[in-house]
């Protein structure tokens, strides 16, 4: 029994990409608060080091998204 891959869907890449960033924002905004709350040396560390891999995160992921509009105008040639 061999099991095929399941086709490629690249329809709706576009809204789980936008809802990754949406979410991604979210908790860039939750951890910010937390950051001005503590007073936990080491902790704002980890904090501000998650920060800024957010913001790499959010930058791919924006450049991602254009690439897949710009396929879903092209009709995904």
Known sequence: MKN????????????KIQYNINHTISNYRETKDMINKTDDPEQ???????????????????????EEAKA????FK
């Not at 095929?4 to 809204?15: A, M």
């Not at 704002?44 to 254009?66: H, T």
Request: charge should be positive.
């Open 44 to 66: 704002r560390k980890q904090l501000e080091a998650k920060q800024k891999r957010r913001l790499q995160a959010l930058e791919g992921m924006r450049s991602e998204i254009r």
């Open 4 to 15: 095929k891959p399941n086709p490629d869907d690249r329809r709706d890449n576009v809204e």
């Open 72 to 75: 879903r105008e092209n009709q």
